[in-house]
């Protein structure tokens, strides 16, 4: 017993600083947050922060811009699964096969992901340049004039083009989480298959795809949760603009707290969102847990 309680101390030491860690940084912030979202404070030290109970979760929940901005987020959520997931998972599916110049395409498919949020946004913006962007004269050499126009002013539009630029940065990123999912099924699977008169598809079917379900698990949860809070992204080509046409809770969020220093509500922003996330997170853990009794 007393060897048991000394293993017992040993591990709660080895733990402390990581547990201390998460209670500055992850569990004081959210409570921080969580009280002050239900004040008035204008964000300068040593002014007293006015009750307001619930009038800022009101006015988020009751605002116009707020489920605007959540559409464009959905937008995102819907780009993730059906362009995000699949391109990750053909790309990972190419990338674990006995192609040559495999080791190429691993490289050359996640250097997006290292070049950085803000270098393929400037990137971006330019090739959409109306004037003298790559998509502009590329459009005008096929002499599809008509089609040349300010893509980031756009409403919809804009929100489309930095999705689908999004989806290209990540791409390489989630190729990495199907990657790890194709590589650890057994080949025998796949041999046995071939004797049972599978074509390729039916092996993708029947064996890669439920086998790969921890794979979309792990993709969906980050996806939506990701997809909720988006904001570099937006921020570096557009600025949520024009007229907050492009807007995500998590631009928002920011431009409530240090544009307009209504930190009140700027939190109850952050409350609302943490919410939806571990929702839609629960939602998502609950559909895979189906699909695992399915195939168990």
């Known amino acids: 017993m007393k060897a048991r309680k000394k293993d017992y101390i040993i591990g709660i030491c080895f733990l402390l600083p990581a547990l201390a860690l998460i209670l500055c940084f992850i569990v004081y912030p959210v409570i921080d947050a ?3 979202s239900f004040h008035s404070w204008k964000g300068i030290f040593g002014q007293p922060k006015k009750w307001v109970g619930l009038d800022n979760y009101t006015g988020v929940l009751t605002s116009e811009l707020f489920w605007n901005s959540m559409l464009n987020s959905f937008w995102f959520i819907v780009g993730s699964f ?3 997931m699949p391109l990750s998972f053909c790309l990972a599916l190419l990338i674990t096969s006995k192609l040559k110049f ?3 395409m691993k490289t050359a498919f996640f ?3 290292i070049l950085g949020t803000t270098t393929v946004a400037l990137m971006w913006t330019y090739i959409l340049n109306p004037e003298w962007g790559a998509l502009t004269q590329i459009l005008q050499w096929l002499g599809l004039d008509n089609l040349v126009m300010d893509w980031l002013s756009k ?5 489309w083009c930095v999705v689908l630029v999004n989806e290209w940065m990540y791409a390489g990123y989630n190729m990495l989480i199907f990657a790890a999912g194709l590589v650890a099924i057994p080949q025998d699977l796949y041999e046995a298959s071939v004797i049972d008169g599978c074509n390729g598809w039916q092996k993708i079917k029947y064996i890669t795809l439920p086998l790969c379900k921890n794979s979309f698990k792990i993709f969906s949860v980050l996806a939506v949760t ?3 809070k988006v904001f570099d992204i937006v921020w570096a080509m557009t600025r949520g603009g024009p007229v907050n046409s492009s807007s995500t809770p998590a631009i928002l969020l920011y431009t409530q707290a240090f544009q307009y220093k209504l930190f009140g509500r700027s939190s109850a922003y952050s409350i609302i969102l943490l919410v ?3 929702a839609l997170s629960l939602v998502m853990n609950r559909v895979f847990r189906q699909e695992n009794d399915l195939y168990s």
Do not use: D, E, K, S
């Open 34 to 36: 969580a009280f002050l």
């Open 82 to 84: 059906l362009v995000l």
């Open 102 to 104: 495999t080791r190429f």
């Open 111 to 113: 250097m997006p992901v």
């Open 155 to 159: 409403p919809t539009i804009n929100v």
């Open 226 to 228: 990701g997809c909720l």
């Open 276 to 278: 939806f996330g571990v």
